[in-house]
DNA sequence: CGGCATCCACAGAGATACTG
DNA sequence: CAGTATCTCTGTGGATGCCG
């Protein structure tokens, strides 16, 4: 029908790029990265492996279900590696895999971008927001 | 008072570490690039500077109040800069600053690794989705 | 053309309580 | 110890409509 509003085109369009950007690597990365908790765990575990209640005590202050969540979607993404010892009580260690390592050298990169260039982000949000006051 | 709860306890934890989440440069910068529009936005300026409308087109599915969004969250970091020429219509042209260029090649850098373990996870998740049945 | 104010709907974070 | 199940509530994105 020749009658679509704006709205609708944009709907039409965003449906597609949707399915576009959930495909992309790029995007998937950035926001698994992005996760709330994700660059924690990652940067929690790089030194070596930990068990879930060492982890919940070491990020203080995330829930039981979010750090399993998160736990678990890395363990899906091969981030990281799951290992139950069936003593009693159960213990279970997390560590990261080689990928996971390599992605841990990403985040450290990205944490030297933000170390170098944050005063030139803080100066630049003072500078706006005294030309933009509210 | 002695009789805190575990939750009451995680809540005090988690208001410091919230805090100090905040307050860290690689968070901060984390929470920028993963803004579902971000990349997008950068990526469409690398090439060179673009209007409004047309970034909107360019970026297809993405509303007018969220490209407002990004673009003005870009620009008071610094990453991007608005140029208003006072024609009529109004002209307003976007373009990376500097700053701007230098998280481009952060973004690329993260695209890369990417593109280049993208199979192993999607390998990682195929084993994974196998042995763990819904 | 470019942008903002308002309202609404929904995904997802978190609290709480229970289990192998 | 290491989770899981359920419920609730807030934050965030989107639609709509109006201004310079």
């Given at each position: 029908?020749?009658?679509?509003?704006?709205?609708?085109?944009?709907?039409?369009?965003?449906?597609?790029?949707?399915?576009?950007?959930?495909?992309?690597?790029?995007?998937?990365?950035?926001?698994?990265?992005?996760?709330?908790?994700?660059?924690?765990?990652?940067?929690?575990?790089?030194?070596?492996?930990?068990?879930?209640?060492?982890?919940?005590?070491?990020?203080?202050?995330?829930?039981?279900?979010?750090?399993?969540?998160?736990?678990?979607?890395?363990?899906?993404?091969?981030?990281?590696?799951r290992?139950?010892?069936?003593?009693?009580?159960?213990?279970?260690?997390?560590?990261?895999?080689?990928l996971?390592?390599?992605?841990?050298c990403?985040?450290?990169?990205?944490?030297?971008?933000?170390?170098?260039?944050?005063?030139?982000?803080?100066?630049?949000?003072?500078?706006?927001?005294?030309?933009?006051?509210?």
């Open positions: 029908m020749a009658t679509m509003t704006a709205a609708q085109r944009r709907e039409q369009a965003r449906a597609d790029y949707d399915a576009f950007l959930r495909a992309c690597p790029t995007n998937q990365l950035l926001g698994r990265l992005s996760d709330k908790w994700v660059g924690l765990v990652v940067a929690a575990l790089a030194p070596g492996p930990r068990r879930y209640s060492d982890l919940g005590r070491k990020i203080a202050g995330v829930s039981p279900k979010m750090l399993t969540q998160t736990l678990r979607s890395l363990e899906r993404d091969g981030i990281i590696s290992t139950v010892t069936p003593s009693v009580p159960v213990r279970v260690d997390y560590e990261l895999t080689p996971g390592a390599s992605l841990a990403l985040l450290t990169a990205v944490k030297d971008w933000a170390e170098t260039h944050f005063d030139e982000v803080r100066a630049a949000r003072e500078r706006y927001d005294t030309d933009n006051p509210a």
